[in-house]
């Protein structure tokens, strides 16, 4: 009797766990959504070059959504973009959000998705292109509907990464020329380095970096001796 008691406490709890689970959210740290995209560029062979999304590294998926360009009145398009490294998809919120490109701004920030219900049957899922999870999310990371209206400014934190300052050290601006640029903006030097050597620069390297570049800039120019 004890065991049989045990047994439907078990089921029970199964089964509420479940039920939480198909009610949250969770934040996908390789996930970007992206708003603002100009009509020109709202392809996904077009997002992939390395003057756009390429630049801050392997791109795994990007799914346009051009309805919305003919809805409302809006002028612009939104996609999903699912890079292969969380780091690089942080990089890139940290370079898209609020970038212009041809006109618009856009915005940028972690996307979020729900478990597949096969899943949480505790089956293996048939879809190969099922978009669900199908493993358990970061709990700090998983958030209730209410959760996410109750603790807005959290959950905001949480999906907008803090824009890095090693970004703008390029000498750009915000004036109406940059509202037109054709690309997105550099990685920073850090990430370039990453991308090309698989691990970050360490602190010194970084402040010589810096300092190179304040001399570069900073220095005057010389007349020519003929």
């Known amino acids: 009797t004890q065991s049989r008691s045990s047994a439907a406490s078990d089921v029970y709890k199964r089964q509420a766990e479940r039920k939480r689970l198909s009610n949250v959210r969770v934040i996908q740290r390789t996930l970007l959504y992206v708003i603002g995209i100009a ?20 791109v795994k998926k990007i799914v346009v959504n051009r309805h919305v360009m003919s809805s409302g009145g809006h002028n612009s398009a939104s996609a999903y973009v699912t890079f292969m490294r969380p780091e690089d998809a942080r990089e890139a919120i940290s370079c898209v959000d609020g970038a212009y490109v041809h006109g618009r701004q856009m915005r940028a920030s972690y996307g979020t998705t729900k478990y597949c219900n096969t899943f949480l049957r505790g089956a293996t899922c048939p879809n190969p292109e099922c978009l669900y999870l199908h493993e358990l999310g970061d709990e700090e990371d998983t958030f209730t509907k209410q959760e996410m ?4 400014g959290v959950f905001q934190a949480q999906i907008h990464p803090k824009r890095s300052q ?41 402040d010589r970096d810096r300092d190179l570049s304040l001399i570069h800039i900073s220095e005057p120019t010389r007349p020519r001796l003929i």
């Not at 009509?39 to 392997?58: H, M, N, S, V, W």
């Not at 209206?149 to 807005?152: G, I």
């Not at 990453?194 to 691990?199: D, E, I, N, P, Q």
């Open 39 to 58: 009509p020109k560029i709202a392809r996904e062979e077009t997002l992939r070059r390395p003057e756009l999304f390429g630049q801050y590294g392997e």
């Open 166 to 206: 090693s970004n703008n050290d390029d000498g750009s601006g915000d004036d109406d020329s940059n509202k037109h640029a054709e690309s997105l903006p550099r990685p920073s030097r850090d990430h370039q380095h990453y991308l090309a050597t698989g691990h970050h620069l360490e602190d010194g390297e970084r």
């Open 149 to 152: 209206m109750r603790n807005k």
